[in-house]
């Protein structure tokens, strides 16, 4: 199994508190995931990374910041969180972007 | 950009007869992957098989295996002989090689597969 943590596995917050969710690997890989999964909506990319300090916009980035100042961490900011940011986040690794996704154990977050 | 379209929101099978989940995609890029995932009740996203565009063959990969049919965009998977612990969510997924595909993995929205006994 890829070595990837997610951190914590679970979370539960208020409306309006920050929240950091930490994704580690011990894969050395240059490419990393942040996607949250909803009922009826599958996985949905929120931002990925390509490198130390590059990161770029997925398709639900709106209310989320990443970071990633060592290649095995990269970091998902929920800045004020709200209610519709609910679901399951799951950090995914990829060796070169070619191949297939290795995915985290995922974190539940609830924010009520 | 890639959409994913899995029509089955759920099916029932009986144990031991062959399975058949649906994807359709469409794309504009000239190569791309094709994947699928499997998601147990547990939570973990579990890698299946994958094919390629330009792969002359099938993939298969002990009892699961892509049905590929390029001029129709499909993707089917497979699953011959079910146990019940296929049980799972089965999610369909693409990438597009324009330019590496560093951005990740398009997803479907997954169909709910229960094997009974």
């Known amino acids: 199994d890829a070595g990837i943590t997610q951190s914590p596995r679970h979370k539960v917050t208020e409306t309006g508190t920050p929240v950091t969710l930490r994704c580690h690997q011990t894969?050395?890989?240059?490419?990393m995931y942040w996607y949250r999964q909803d009922p009826g909506h599958g996985l949905r990319l929120i931002h990925y990374?390509?490198?130390?300090?590059?990161?770029d916009k997925g398709e639900v980035s709106d209310g989320y910041s990443v970071s990633r100042s060592k290649t095995e961490d990269f970091l998902l900011t929920l800045e004020s969180a709200t209610s519709s940011q609910t679901s399951v986040y799951f950090c995914?690794?990829?060796?070169?972007?070619?191949?297939?996704?290795?995915f985290g154990s995922g974190t539940q977050l609830s924010v009520l | 950009a890639q959409k994913i379209t899995q029509t089955q929101p759920g099916m029932f099978v009986q144990e031991k007869e062959a399975v058949t989940l649906d994807c359709t995609y469409d794309?504009?890029?000239?190569?791309?992957?094709l994947f699928w995932y499997k998601q147990p009740s547990s939570g973990e996203m579990i890698f299946l098989i994958y094919?390629?565009?330009?792969?002359?063959q099938n993939a298969t990969e002990g009892r699961y295996s892509l049905n590929f049919q390029k001029a129709r965009k499909s993707a089917n998977l497979v699953i011959s002989a079910s146990q019940l612990g296929d049980s799972a969510m089965y999610f369909c997924?693409?990438?597009?090689?324009?330019?590496?595909?560093?951005?990740?993995?398009?997803f479907g929205k997954g169909t709910h597969l229960i094997i009974q006994p």
């Open positions: 995914a690794i990829s060796g070169d972007g070619n191949e297939k996704l290795f």
């Open positions: 794309t504009s890029d000239p190569s791309y992957g």
């Open positions: 997924a693409m990438r597009g090689y324009p330019g590496g595909g560093a951005d990740g993995l398009t």
């Open positions: 990374s390509y490198g130390v300090k590059d990161t």
């Open positions: 094919q390629g565009s330009y792969d002359q």
């Open positions: 894969e050395n890989h240059r490419y």
